[in-house]
């Protein structure tokens, strides 16, 4: 008899839909890919280029500045507003870029007030010509400034604020 199998649940439906799917469109100050996966730039920026979701995979981005600004995002919402029983959180990418760059994953909780308060992870992704796999997560419970409840949670990959090739082959989070 073979053990059963180890019980995962997808913590963002809107990567299974991007996953799942095939679209693609145009790259502006606010994109929304799918339910919960949104790109979201800091208007300076001026932000353009084309994006696409091929079978299999989950985003082609070829992103343009004409502008300077401060940020640029890629949102993932969360199913996870409670982690009492969470010892990590985390996730595990691969994609490829044809240049070296860098992004800045964050664990960003919505907070009671309206506010809300970001965790950056520790390994920032490195993007590079061969799909290696990236994966990072938060110990919860030496995270000080993370709260234990939250209205909302969202994973963010910070994107460099310069022009950006990059191929989200896959990205799955976890919780445990």
Same mark, same amino acid.
């Given at each position: 008899?073979?053990?059963?199998?180890?019980?995962? $649940?997808? =913590?963002?439906?809107?990567?299974?839909?991007?996953?799942?799917? #095939?679209?693609?469109?145009?790259?502006?100050?606010?994109?929304?890919?799918?339910?919960?996966?949104?790109?979201?730039?800091?208007?300076?920026?001026?932000?353009? !280029?084309?994006?696409?979701?091929?079978? !299999?995979? =989950?985003?082609?981005?070829?992103?343009?500045?004409? %502008?300077?600004?401060?940020?640029?995002?890629?949102?993932?919402?969360?199913?996870?507003?409670?982690?009492?029983?969470?010892?990590?959180?985390?996730? %595990?990418?691969? %994609?490829?870029?044809?240049?070296?760059? #860098?992004? $800045?994953? +964050?664990?960003?909780?919505? *907070?009671?007030?309206?506010?809300?308060?970001? +965790?950056?992870?520790?390994?920032?992704?490195?993007?590079?010509?061969?799909? #290696?796999?990236?994966?990072?997560?938060?110990?919860?419970?030496? +995270?000080?400034? *993370?709260?234990?409840?939250?209205?909302?949670?969202?994973?963010?990959?910070?994107?460099?604020?310069?022009?950006?090739?990059?191929?989200?082959?896959?990205?799955?989070?976890?919780?445990?």
């Amino acid at each position: 008899m073979s053990p059963a199998p180890f019980p995962s $649940r997808d =913590l963002s439906m809107g990567l299974a839909v991007l996953r799942d799917g #095939i679209t693609s469109g145009d790259i502006a100050e606010r994109v929304d890919f799918a339910p919960g996966v949104s790109l979201i730039a800091d208007a300076p920026l001026d932000v353009g !280029g084309t994006w696409r979701s091929p079978a !299999g995979r =989950l985003l082609e981005l070829d992103i343009s500045m004409a %502008g300077r600004g401060n940020w640029i995002a890629l949102h993932m919402a969360l199913d996870l507003p409670d982690l009492a029983d969470i010892a990590f959180i985390g996730f %595990g990418c691969t %994609g490829v870029g044809p240049t070296q760059q #860098i992004i $800045r994953p +964050c664990l960003r909780s919505g *907070l009671d007030d309206g506010g809300f308060v970001d +965790c950056f992870l520790d390994r920032h992704i490195l993007t590079r010509t061969d799909a #290696i796999p990236h994966v990072d997560a938060l110990h919860v419970p030496t +995270c000080r400034t *993370l709260p234990e409840t939250a209205p909302w949670r969202e994973l963010l990959l910070f994107l460099p604020t310069e022009p950006l090739r990059w191929h989200l082959h896959d990205l799955r989070m976890f919780a445990a």
